[in-house]
């Protein structure tokens, strides 16, 4: 098995069901005690949320990239970045390190597109849904169209990771209110959901909604170990 790179902590709950996933799948494909070989670089985000929030997003692509080449040294077959945003950042980590940056977004897209569908609606962070690093890649790379919510329902999202769930917080309003912006995209021609952050779906799972839900996270994870057993 080839091992996987992980640039985690963003935030460190999201970086602990990678793992979790990672290994799971492994035993799952190889039985027994098998488990999966991972290195992983955790960043503070605190640090990366803040220099976020003001757009100095060349700060933060300096230190992505030193992780991943940190990982890479350390003998990485391969790198996943454990964030949907901070793939804003892909192609500059991608241009400086020789394995292969595994993009969290190709790996949905296929998933979507093996279940046949094409419209898709996208949930995350501010910077996911309304920047073009995610959404142009769907649509451009992969035919799919996107489905983002109306402001009111960004700024809920948004505001429920950063303020919530990414600091251990799981509360059963939030769930609801994601689960009806869920069902408004749906009202909007969505025929799936992309739960575009990492911490979502730890939100909303086993819940039950109309279309399907996208779990970016294990999606991400899975795809990786498909890699590395490959």
């Not at 992505?64 to 454990?82: D, F, H, I, R, T």
């Not at 769930?175 to 909303?204: M, N």
């Amino acid at each position: 098995m080839k091992t996987i790179g992980l640039i985690g902590g963003m935030s460190w709950e999201s970086s602990l069901e990678y793992y979790r996933i990672l290994n799971q799948a492994t035993r799952a494909e190889l039985g027994g005690l098998h488990s999966a070989k991972v290195i992983m670089f955790s960043v503070d985000f605190a640090d990366m949320a803040a220099m976020q929030h003001v757009g100095n997003w060349a700060d933060i692509s300096d230190i992505l990239v030193e992780a991943a080449q940190k990982l890479q040294m350390a003998g990485a077959s391969m790198v996943l970045l454990c964030a949907n945003t901070m793939h804003l950042l892909a192609d500059d980590i991608e241009a400086r390190i020789s394995v292969p940056l595994v993009h969290i977004a190709d790996a949905v897209a296929e998933q979507i597109k093996s279940q046949g569908l094409g419209r898709v609606g996208l949930l995350g962070t501010k910077f996911t849904m309304e920047q073009d690093f995610y959404r142009q890649r769907l649509i451009e790379q992969h035919g799919l169209e996107v489905v983002i919510p109306g402001d009111n329902g960004r700024a809920a999202v948004h505001n429920i990771i950063y303020d919530e769930l990414c600091q251990g917080q799981f509360k059963p309003d939030s769930r609801q209110r994601v689960l009806a912006i869920c069902q408004e995209l749906v009202e909007a021609g969505a025929e799936g959901v992309i739960l575009g952050c990492t911490e979502l779906e730890l939100l909303v799972k086993d819940a039950t909604a109309a279309v399907p839900l996208f779990p970016t996270t294990r999606i991400h994870a899975e795809a990786a170990v498909a890699l590395a057993l490959g």
